[in-house]
């Protein structure tokens, strides 16, 4: 005799989709594992993240709630994408996903898809009067939990994104700037009398007057910002001036 297991947590869903997007998303083994891996990864980062007092899951269980999950995803998704052809004037991206948020809650066919699984899963028949009750609040609370679930993925999702961006833009910058300074290197060693063409030397003295004043009002910037800090004041009176002691 099976027993049946209790309800997924908004927790649990948590843990799941982010073990869930951390697998598929990898660059090296994402697309080329097969399924028995693939989910036995899953039940593992389940396993490493659950805490003691959830109930134990089964990898049936595991996938059957990720395939319920994924479903919910798509929905939302297309949601979203009808609020979006509608153009709303003045909506901001948050006024739209919550618009798609009371879209798909108002979804019956996304409820009615619930029900299913939750009757497939019971052996009482089409329950009515004060157990309907019972089950309709169940699906609403489900539908929520999905629904919370699921906004807090999207808003850890695009604050990674642009954490990427931002990392991404840095990177790209700090390398050109170090192949700007590879570059005026490369002038400011080239020797003047080895070029015969006076058209060509005088461009690239020209380069390299432009390149030494340039460093050398870099180089002033820097030592002007670091008198005006409170340890550049504080050295500065160490040394002697507007003090009685005497010059270092």
Not at 129 to 158: A, C, H, P, W, Y
């Amino acid at each position: 005799m099976s027993i049946r297991s209790s309800e997924y947590s908004q927790e649990e869903d948590k843990l799941l989709c982010e073990v869930y997007m951390e697998i598929s998303q990898d660059p090296i083994k994402g697309a080329y594992q097969s399924s028995d891996v693939f989910w036995s990864r899953m039940m593992k980062g389940y396993e490493n993240g659950r805490k003691t007092t959830w109930c134990e899951r089964t990898k049936r269980s595991v996938q059957s709630r990720i395939q319920t999950i994924e479903k919910a995803t798509k929905k939302l998704h297309a949601c979203i994408r009808q609020c979006v052809n509608r153009r709303p004037s003045g909506a901001s991206n948050n006024d739209i996903f919550n618009q798609a948020k009371i879209m798909l809650s108002e979804d019956p066919q996304f409820k009615t898809d619930d029900d299913g699984e939750i009757m497939s899963r019971s052996s009482s028949q089409r329950p009515s009067g004060v157990k309907k009750s019972k089950m309709k609040r169940k699906l609403d609370d489900q539908s929520s939990t999905v629904i919370r679930t699921l906004e807090e993925g999207n808003k850890q999702f695009m604050e990674q994104l642009k954490k990427t961006s931002a990392e991404r833009i840095h990177h790209m910058e700090t390398q050109k700037q170090n192949l700007a300074v590879k570059e005026e290197n490369k002038i400011l060693l080239c020797d003047l009398s080895s070029i015969q063409d006076p058209n060509v030397r005088a461009y690239i003295q020209a380069q390299q007057i432009q390149i030494i004043s340039k460093r050398n009002a870099e180089s002033q910037d820097q030592q002007a910002l670091s008198q005006t800090s409170p340890f550049g004041q504080y050295f500065t009176d160490l040394s002697g001036s507007g003090t009685d002691f005497p010059d270092y």
